[in-house]
Nanobody, 128 residues
Framework: QGLLVESGGGLVQAGGSLRLSCVAPTDTFKNYVLGWFRQAPGKEREFVVAISWNGGRTVYTDSVQGRFTIIRDNSKNALYLQMNNLEVEDTAVYYC?????????????????????WGKGTQVTVSS
């Protein structure tokens, strides 16, 4: 089992909601930025949202702003992504990842290259 394990993906109609979870078996990442990325078929992996180590700062990509919410619970070593008003364009494999390059960073990074730990992903499919 990996250090990050996602769950909660599935098939949903456009306009519907899903809640993704990502759990780590230990508190390894409690002092680091966590983020969600996604990769659609035939496309590169892209940044979705990230959250600072204490949850005080979040950064969203424009296309999900106002529809998605990232939450972390360090007491449970867990990260969540609440996705509302889903669109067909949101269809992708969603990955959680940890940026361990900066201890207790206040500003989450959007850069994929900064994230060194990844889960295996969970499929989200939005039908029209």
């Amino acid at each position: 089992q990996g250090l990050l394990v996602e769950s909660g993906g599935g098939l949903v109609q456009a306009g519907g909601s899903l809640r993704l979870s990502c759990v780590a078996p230990t508190d390894t990442f409690k002092n680091y930025v966590l983020g969600w990325f996604r990769q659609a078929p035939g496309k590169e992996r892209e940044f979705v949202v990230a959250i600072s180590w204490n949850g005080g700062r979040t950064v969203y990509t424009d296309s999900v702003q106002g529809r998605f919410t990232i939450i972390r619970d360090n007491s449970k070593n867990a990260l969540y992504l609440q996705m509302n008003n889903l669109e067909v364009e949101d269809t992708a494999v969603y990955y959680c990842a940890a940026d361990v390059t900066r201890f207790r960073a206040q500003v989450p990074s959007r850069e994929l290259r900064n994230y060194g730990y990844w889960g295996k992903g969970t499929q989200v499919t939005v039908s029209s």
